[in-house]
């Protein structure tokens, strides 16, 4: 899995490339990335799942970590690009009504001008 | 319809009902006057041929009887053919009465060979009268008709019997042997104006008789056939064995006894008068033992134990001969006949008579022919041929001939214990299954959770597709997605923002989001729902989440809720986050209360129990409130048993929790709801009795406590016989005529309840069968029914449930069950 961070209208996107998953974790988790930027006093995240090919609990985990973690300080976590099958699993499990899922990055990014 | 003195009379002795009154007196006396002829012919036959032809002959007489019987079955068949059985009947009696004259003018001569003519002559009419005799009783009356009216007639025979043996003890010393034959003729002709006078009086009563009779003229008679017809059924091979054992026995008992006779009693008149008393006491014997034991034996042990009774006797007394000194062998062999000859006439012959019911009418008749005239006289041949070869050839001594006599009874009691097994089989297979049982039919034919699971996701796909997912997501675990459900459930799909599921139906559909390589399969799918609902985080964002939408009460907030009542019965039962559900489960919205009582039964958390049970109190969340509870399983049975035996708890609840505790099936759960019976708790007794016997339909390996279950049927007789009874009352009064109609409802009802309970104690098909086939079966079928019912109930429940069902006018029901009401209360109260 790689990780990089850009910024854009001041949202910090995070493009995910890879898979997540358990087995795959280095020192330096999604998670643990989210919370250095929120102690830099960056609010609004947007994660890019465009070119993630698999993702699993523990990625899931990641993601849900962050989105408190985020939530907590009043920020704002959003997520684009999801797969079809993730998008499934989000609604299964009923995280489609917690998080904000869109199709592409620029009305992701719209979205958090309108908050 | 009122009784006639006669009738009056005899139904104090008999169950002789109105309209068969009449024929049952008739043929009672034609009985009477055949067997007293015979009984006139017997002693005079007897002593005849010990006189002139010595016991050490009887071999031949035996052996050349089964030769000319042979003969005579084929002619017998050829005539039954040819003629009207009316005719054939009468020209019989004629040339019987032509043939006594002749015999009378033949002994006058003392030709010792006259005696063993005579000796054949009168086999072949005892036999050929009394066979008669029942194939006339077979055309005039149906299977349940004879089997009430045996004893009656059959009295008639043995009283007869006992007449012509008084006859033969008092006349023979003063006007000798031979001229004893001259009384026949005249009994015999009053045979001949009964048989044609019963003919007419057939006619008049009933049409269906004659039709039966002209029925039954039509088959034609081959020796071929009718061992044909005999090898391919099970129950007449049987029955020949019985006949074959029994009469091979029979003819090594007279024989010993004719053997000890001839050596007692030298002088011929005395010998006859001897043979007159011993058969008139024999026959007084018989007939008390007739009067008193046949129907009780038969009514309290049921025909197997009746079969045995008869070479159980014979065996003892086979054996007792060992015990007897020489000097009192007169006393063994009087004993020996004795036994014999009293069962033979009594229990024997009505238990045989019975063994012929349930065959059918055609072929009855043709093998009881065959077999009263054929294998009958093989046997008496055989047990000739093994006198011959034992007695003659190998020097065995009269005690010696006892062992083969031995060997033969254990062969009869085998064979009887066979053909009870095999009679039961044939009653079971002239009755039909006449209908399916509905709820066991829907359960076998229609998936509901299936279908009602699809309607759900259907329902939801236009509200929600979060809950579109949920339940599309319950259907793939169940695995039942067939290709045309899939088109079903996807059809308009690009309406919805559920395009997603398309990859999860494997369709082409537009997609929402971007595609991307994610191949899951349906399992790991399931697999990462479990693991991402275990999750801390995912808990701690759920409980925030559905607290948020609980507190809401806007109009949307019903999906919102519906959607986590579905979640929360998805996670683990440990989570946390579950017990949010307790507040959905009293939600106002329907939807709400619907998506969490399934996830409460999901989760079976013995929290929500008494929320589901209030549930079952409202029409609209009874159904699947029911269905969680029965989720729960055997754990709850308890807790459902003080909800069901609660009289202060609403009677919606009590009366739904019998089916729940059906659904759940255990055997802890048939054993308490049978236990809930002994409450006697009027208001949910229909409810308990349904679960009770779908439990039984279900799952047949169930047991029930019997005792409770008896107790129960008796109390619902009980209860039937107060309906019936109130219902005659009400039908004398012209007024409340239009009342009884409520009432028939409620005596159909209980007795459905009668049969289901005993449903779970006799074997289910058997039950079931007999009491579908009572309800709308012919009038055979009831008659069948209700012989299925005397094999196999224990004799109290028999003897209650029979004034019920039996096929007797309204009046007389009303006036039995009645009896039978204080019968049983007399009994609870001792």
């Known amino acids: ?115 | 319809m009122a009784k006639s003195p006669v009738q009056k009379f005899l139904s104090k002795f008999f169950d002789v009902r109105s309209g068969e009154t009449s024929t049952a007196l008739l043929m009672f006396f034609y009985f009477f006057l055949i067997t007293s002829s015979a009984y006139v012919i017997k002693p005079v036959k007897i002593s005849l041929y010990l006189e002139w032809l010595k016991p050490k002959n009887l071999p031949y007489a035996y052996l050349l009887t089964a030769l000319v019987i042979g003969f005579f079955v084929t002619l017998n068949s050829k005539l039954l053919q040819a003629m009207k059985r009316q005719l054939y009947i009468s020209l019989s009696l004629v040339f019987f009465i032509l043939n006594l004259f002749i015999f009378w003018l033949l002994f006058k001569q003392q030709w010792a060979w006259v005696s063993m003519v005579y000796w054949v002559w009168s086999d072949i009419f005892m036999i050929t009268s009394v066979t008669q005799f029942w194939i006339l009783i077979n055309d005039i009356y149906n299977p349940r008709q004879v089997k009430r009216l045996v004893g009656f007639l059959v009295s008639g025979g043995l009283l007869g019997g006992i007449e012509g043996s008084l006859l033969a003890a008092f006349l023979a010393r003063s006007i000798g042997t031979e001229k004893l034959l001259l009384i026949c003729p005249l009994m015999l002709f009053l045979c001949l104006v009964i048989v044609n006078f019963v003919s007419r009086l057939q006619k008049v009563e009933s049409g269906e008789g004659t039709e039966a009779l002209k029925k039954l003229k039509k088959p034609k008679i081959t020796y071929s056939k009718s061992f044909q017809l005999l090898r391919k059924n099970r129950h007449l091979m049987l029955l020949c064995g019985i006949v074959v054992a029994g009469i091979v026995v029979t003819t090594l008992v007279d024989f010993q006894f004719n053997l000890i006779i001839e050596s007692q009693y030298e002088d011929q008149n005395t010998r006859t008068a001897f043979l007159g008393t011993f058969f008139t006491i024999l026959l007084i014997f018989s007939y008390l033992l007739h009067v008193f034991s046949t129907n009780r034996i038969l009514k309290n042990f049921g025909i197997r134990t009746a079969l045995l009774i008869t070479p159980f006797f014979l065996l003892i007394g086979s054996m007792a001969i060992f015990l007897f000194p020489l000097g009192y062998m007169i006393y063994w062999a009087a004993l020996i006949k004795g036994t014999d000859k009293s069962l033979a006439h009594s229990l024997s012959q009505s238990v045989r008579e019975l063994l012929y019911i349930p065959i059918n009418p055609e072929i009855k008749y043709k093998a009881k022919v065959f077999i009263d005239m054929f294998v009958n006289k093989f046997a008496k041949g055989f047990g000739a041929l093994l006198i011959l070869l034992f007695f003659s050839v190998l020097q065995f001594t009269i005690k010696q001939m006892s062992f083969i006599a031995i060997v033969f009874i254990f062969v009869w009691i085998v064979l009887n214990l066979l053909i009870t097994r095999e009679y039961v089989n044939i009653v079971k297979r002239n009755l039909e299954i006449k209908w399916q049982d509905a709820d066991k039919f829907i359960r076998e034919k229609i998936d509901i959770d299936m279908t009602k699971l699809v309607f759900d996701t259907l329902q939801s796909k236009k509200r929600s597709s979060v809950l579109y997912a949920m339940n599309l997501f319950d259907l793939l675990k169940k695995e039942k997605l067939s290709p045309e459900l899939k088109k079903i459930i996807s059809y308009k799909s690009d309406e919805v923002l559920a395009s997603s599921m398309d990859s999860l139906l494997e369709l082409d559909g537009e997609t929402l989001l971007p595609e991307a390589d994610d191949s899951l399969e349906d399992e790991a799918l399931d697999a990462q729902v479990k693991e991402i609902m275990s999750l801390d985080v995912y808990q701690q964002l759920m409980n925030e989440h559905i607290d948020k939408v609980i507190s809401e009460e806007s109009q949307e907030a019903e999906i919102s809720k519906m959607e986590a009542a579905k979640v929360l019965g998805m996670m683990e039962p440990s989570s946390s986050v579950i017990h949010s559900l307790s507040q959905l489960l009293k939600d106002e919205s329907p939807e709400v209360i619907r998506y969490a009582v399934e996830s409460a039964g999901n989760l079976k958390s013995r929290e929500f129990v008494p929320l589901l049970v209030q549930h079952l109190s409202q029409p609209r969340t009874e159904r699947i409130a029911s269905k969680a509870l029965v989720e729960y399983g055997s754990k709850i049975t308890g807790t459902l048993k003080d909800y069901l035996g609660d009289p202060d708890e609403d009677l919606r609840l009590r009366k739904a929790i019998p089916d729940i505790i059906f659904q759940i099936g255990t055997q802890r759960a048939a054993n308490l709801l049978t236990l809930e019976l002994r409450k006697k708790s009027r208001d949910v007794e229909t409810e308990i009795i349904e679960a009770l016997y779908k439990m039984k339909s279900k799952k047949p390996q169930l047991r029930f406590q019997r005792k409770i279950i008896l107790s129960e049927v008796i109390s619902v007789i009980k209860k039937s016989y107060l309906i019936l009874i109130e219902m005659h009352d009400l039908m004398s009064d012209e007024k409340k005529v239009y009342l009884a109609k409520d009432l028939e409802n409620n005596l159909a009802r209980s007795l459905k309840h009668i049969f289901e309970l005993l449903s779970l104690i006799y074997p289910h098909d058997d039950i079931i069968r007999a009491y579908q086939n009572i309800c709308s079966g012919t009038k055979e079928s009831l008659d069948y029914s209700i012989e299925l019912l005397d094999n196999i109930l224990k004799r109290e429940i028999k003897e209650a449930l029979l004034p019920l069902i039996d096929d007797v006018p309204f009046e007389d029901k009303a006036r039995r069950c009645s009896k039978m009401l204080k019968t049983l209360e007399k009994a609870e109260l001792a």
């Open chain 1, 1 to 115: 899995m790689e990780i990089s961070a850009r910024e854009k209208s001041d949202v910090i996107i995070f493009d995910i490339e890879g898979e997540i998953r358990r087995s795959d974790v280095s020192d330096v988790t999604l998670h643990q990335l989210v919370k250095d930027q929120l102690d830099t006093g960056k609010r609004n995240i947007l994660l890019n799942f465009k070119n993630v090919e698999f993702i699993d609990s523990f990625g899931v985990g990641e993601i849900l970590a962050s989105y408190i973690s985020t939530h907590n300080l009043g920020g704002k976590l959003k997520i684009a690009k999801i797969s079809k099958k993730l998008y499934l699993i989000f609604q299964v499990t009923m995280l489609t009504k917690v998080l904000e899922i869109f199709e592409d990055e620029e009305v992701a990014l719209e979205s958090f001008i309108k908050d």
